[in-house]
Antibody, heavy 124, light 107 residues
Framework: EVQLVESGGGLVQPGGSLRLSCGASGFSLSNFGVNWVRQAPGKGLEWVSYISSSGTTIYYADSVKGRFTISKDTAKNSLYLQMNSLRAEDTAVYYC?????????????????WGQGTLVTVSS | DIQMTQSPSSLSASVGDRVTITCRASQSISSYLNWYQQKPGKAPNLLIYAASSLQNGVPSRFSGSGSGTDFTLTISSLQPDDFAAYYCQQGYDSPWTFGQGTYVEIK
């Protein structure tokens, strides 16, 4: 059974840092790309970042580029999101989601498995 | 970035009703359109991928159609478990963007 379990959320002051983790089971991060998607309280969904199965292709939303870093440890089958210079507008539930469908060698993802999410609150 | 616009933003319907939600992309995305259902406090759940392919385990009352810029999610006979938020998402080009959501409420 495929499962994703996030951890590491919490309350952090503006300008602070936080590292989120996502443990995967039932599949290998060496074979699938994975993403972070967030949802601000009472708002819609926003894709944040993607890392490919090989780890060589990484994408970020403009809203987090230069502040967030996605990475993974295939030995631990875990995904990470290092978040620096946090702002109030980064307050959200952060989900990890599997999604790396390739069509003729081009990434055209849908997100077929999601974790339960971890809440990040940026406030003084 | 590709903008995704859903309509309506919310709707009220009764059990047994046929419900249609539309999603429009700001440019052609071929058939790279996906639909999700989200219940309060839960993660989204994939319903439809590639515009019209039903995800494993999703009831057949859900269906999707469309291509290019205009897409539709249809629930043929609304069930009590279907009252939720629904989101479309384009998988055509990064950043992969979502619609603002459609909230289906009990009439």
């Amino acid at each position: 059974e495929v499962q994703l379990v996030e951890s590491g959320g919490g309350l952090v002051q503006p300008g602070g840092s936080l590292r989120l983790s996502c443990g995967a089971s039932g599949f290998s991060l060496s074979n699938f790309g994975v993403n972070w998607v967030r949802q601000a309280p009472g708002k819609g969904l926003e894709w944040v970042s993607y890392i490919s199965s090989s780890g060589t292709t990484i994408y970020y939303a403009d809203s987090v580029k230069g502040r967030f870093t996605i990475s993974k440890d295939t030995a631990k089958n875990s995904l990470y999101l290092q978040m620096n210079s946090l702002r109030a507008e980064d307050t959200a539930v952060y989900y990890c989601a599997r999604g790396s469908t390739m069509v003729r060698g081009v990434l055209k993802p849908y997100f077929d498995y999601w974790g339960q999410g971890t809440l990040v609150t940026v406030s003084s | 970035d590709i903008q995704m616009t859903q309509s309506p933003s919310s709707l009220s319907a009764s059990v047994g009703d046929r419900v249609t939600i539309t999603c429009r992309a700001s440019q052609s995305i071929s058939s790279y359109l996906n639909w999700y259902q989200q219940k309060p406090g839960k993660a989204p759940n994939l319903l439809i991928y590639a515009a019209s392919s039903l995800q494993n385990g999703v009831p057949s009352r859900f269906s999707g159609s469309g291509s290019g810029t205009d897409f539709t999610l249809t629930i043929s006979s609304l069930q009590p478990d279907d009252f939720a938020a629904y989101y479309c998402q384009q998988g055509y080009d990064s950043p992969w963007t979502f619609g603002q959501g459609t909230y289906v409420e009990i009439k």
